[in-house]
């Protein structure tokens, strides 16, 4: 997945700060990262399998509407909006009976946020220290929860509609990623549980 994580980034993400955000991300943990503790892609490798999955269907929803967006741009929302959860989980062991009714310890993967920014915001802000972002581009990526975003529940729905109702590549990337998390990655997740 790595490889193909940077075959796709680096095809198409070209702008000023590009080459150190990708030295960035290969110093951490993004390439091993889980996408969730319990939920899609929750294994190792699950983050970027998940962003390469949500860049392949933000390709295709962007095709549909006749390429309004560059292929960077697609690249830059599909392959980066998670960026918040580099350095957000850790592993530690709990205990379970096995098939035999023994109890063993298994690892979990647990929230340990290292930088607690938010979700989309955190993401955008990472991606932002490195390159310029186009206003649409930070929306998408500050914006891609949707409405399961957090501050979606302290009071920002209005927000969130408002922002995909100004920039569709908000809308599309939050589609993309739900698409992805719900078409692509819970089939493997049911496979691997």
């Given amino acids: 997945m790595k490889e193909e994580f940077i075959e796709y980034y680096t095809a198409h993400v070209k702008r000023d700060g590009s080459a150190e955000l990708l030295t960035y991300l290969q110093k951490s943990d993004f390439f091993?990262?889980?996408?969730?503790?319990?939920?899609?892609?929750?294994?190792?490798?699950?983050?970027?399998?998940?962003?390469?999955?949500?860049?392949?269907?933000?390709v295709e929803?962007?095709?549909?509407?006749?390429?309004?967006?560059?292929?960077?741009s697609v690249a830059i929302c599909g392959l980066l909006h998670d960026l918040c959860k580099i350095g957000f989980y850790s592993v530690e062991m709990r205990n379970r009976k096995n098939e035999q009714g023994q109890w063993e310890k298994y690892p979990y993967y647990v929230v340990s946020d290292?930088?607690?920014?938010?979700?989309?915001?955190?993401?955008?802000?990472?991606?932002?220290?490195f390159m310029k972002l186009s206003r649409e581009e930070s929306f998408a990526i500050r914006w891609h929860m949707g409405g399961f975003d957090a501050s979606v529940r302290g009071g920002s729905a209005e927000s969130v509609s408002l922002a995909f109702d100004m920039y569709k590549l908000a809308l599309f990337t939050h589609i993309a990623d739900m698409m992805a998390s719900h078409m692509d990655e819970s089939k493997k997740d049911e496979e691997t549980a």
């Fill in 114 to 129: 290292q930088l607690p920014y938010g979700h989309g915001e955190k993401s955008q802000y990472i991606v932002a220290s």
């Fill in 32 to 58: 091993t990262a889980p996408a969730s503790t319990r939920f899609h892609g929750s294994y190792e490798g699950g983050l970027v399998e998940h962003s390469i999955n949500v860049y392949k269907r933000l």
């Fill in 61 to 72: 929803l962007n095709q549909a509407a006749g390429g309004l967006y560059s292929d960077e």
